[in-house]
Structure formats: structure tokens, C-alpha cells
């Protein structure tokens, strides 16, 4: 079956770093892939998405590339805020486009 | 105000004793889900609905039902819970085509069977 790996958190970052956050996936056919973020005592919401191998996702200075040659889809932004502090959670389709697999989740802490 | 309602937002309850958590979207959504969440697992999809009375089984459908009588409503109901039902449960809900689009959650319902 589908599944997501993230790495582990929590990433502690000081205000204005650069950050990565990695997520590798296995799947079978052509999944779309998203990233989720969840502030302190909210639910889940959609920070960006690519539904095609070489696709950019971006918003809010994230940014993610659909890689099938490494099944990968990173998450990167040049220059954290206080207000970036989350988890953040990496997610796939199925091929029916009808079931969303997660990973785990990271957690991000971003210190002034 | 487009969102999704859950209810309750917290639950404490005894093993055994059948329990609705209601969940409610007024964006006029064809698809709807439910996921929990658990600590280093992430979410994980219990039921999801294609549309009125569509349904069929996620990743962890045991111990849970589900019913879709109507586009706005999805029950999560869990007949006789059990303590490794103890978690936060989300629904979220998006436009045609499922999962493949921006999925709009909840704000989450934290369970917990003694």
C-alpha cells in the first residue's frame, strides 16, 4: 500500500533560517501530493499541492517539488517566521483520487 | 462562513457505552471523511463518502460505522468504544473529486474512553 515517511521532529529553527523538511513516499501509479498544516489546537489545512512528476507547489513562501525520480517532495522556505511554528504533515493520494494518506507529522518550533 | 462543525469537541466516556460524534459542512461538498490522529502515526482515514449514501471503508474502519443521509451531515459513531479508540478525531470534507482536492477539516474532536 501507500506510504508517507517524514522526518522526524521537532526542527527548532531561529527566526529567518532556512527551512527543510524531508518526505519521501511510496506509491504505486501517479499520486497527487500535498502538504498540511496544523496550528496549536486547530485542524488541518492545505498549504500546497502538485499533482504531476516536476510540479511546484507554493504559498506563503513554502514551497514543494513533485521529484518521481527520488519519490520525494520536500518542503522548503528561505526565511521562517515566529508565526511558522506547527506541525506540518506530508500527504498522498491514492490512485481513485478517494483516500488521503499522511505521515507521521513534523514539528516545527521557530524561536525569535 | 464557509467550515466544517464537529460535536462534541471533547469526550471523556467508559468503555462499552455507544457514542455519535456529528460532523456538519455547509460549503455543499460531495466528499467527506473521517481521520484520526495519533501521536508519531499521523492520520489516518477511518470512512469516507463519495456522496449521499456512498460510503466505504479507510484505513482503519474497525470499531467505527458511518452513515451519509444527507450531503451536509457524517456521523462517526462508534458502537461499543473501547480504550484504543482513545484519540483526536477529524472530519473534513471537499468538492467532487474526493481526495485529490483541498480537503477542509474540522476543528477536531479529542475522545477519550476509560
Known amino acids: 500500500g501507500n506510504s508517507v515517511t517524514q522526518m522526524e521532529g521537532p526542527v527548532t529553527l531561529s527566526e529567518e533560517a532556512f527551512l527543510t523538511i524531508n518526505c519521501t513516499y511510496t506509491?504505486?501509479?501517479?499520486?497527487?501530493l500535498f502538504w498540511y498544516v496544523q496550528y496549536p489546537g486547530e485542524g488541518l489545512q492545505l498549504l500546497l499541492k502538485?499533482?504531476?512528476?516536476?510540479d511546484k507547489g507554493s504559498n506563503k513562501g513554502f514551497e514543494a517539488t513533485y521529484r518521481k525520480e527520488t519519490t520525494s517532495f520536500h518542503l522548503e522556505k528561505g526565511s521562517v517566521q515566529v508565526s511558522d511554528s506547527a506541525v506540518y504533515f506530508c500527504?498522498?493520494?491514492?490512485?481513485?483520487?478517494?483516500?488521503?494518506?499522511f505521515g507521521g507529522g513534523t514539528r516545527l518550533m521557530v524561536k525569535p | 462562513e464557509a467550515q466544517v462543525t464537529q460535536n462534541p469537541r471533547y469526550l471523556i466516556t467508559v468503555t462499552g457505552k455507544k457514542l455519535t460524534v456529528t460532523c456538519s459542512q455547509n460549503?455543499?461538498?460531495?466528499?467527506m471523511s473521517w481521520y484520526r490522529q495519533d501521536p508519531g502515526l499521523g492520520l489516518r482515514q477511518i470512512y469516507y463518502?463519495?456522496?449521499?449514501?456512498?460510503?466505504d471503508k479507510g484505513d482503519v474502519p474497525e470499531g467505527y460505522k458511518v452513515s451519509r443521509k444527507e450531503k451536509r451531515n457524517f456521523p462517526l459513531i462508534l458502537e461499543s468504544p473501547s480504550p484504543n479508540q482513545t484519540s483526536l478525531y477529524f472530519c473534513a470534507s471537499s468538492r467532487t473529486g474526493g481526495a485529490s482536492y483541498e480537503q477542509f477539516f474540522g476543528p477536531g474532536t479529542r475522545l477519550t474512553v476509560l
Open positions: 463518502s463519495m456522496n449521499v449514501e456512498v460510503t
Open positions: 460549503m455543499n461538498h460531495e466528499y
Open positions: 502538485a499533482t504531476k512528476a516536476d
Open positions: 500527504a498522498l493520494t491514492n490512485n481513485a483520487g478517494n483516500m488521503l494518506t
Open positions: 506509491a504505486t501509479g501517479y499520486p497527487s
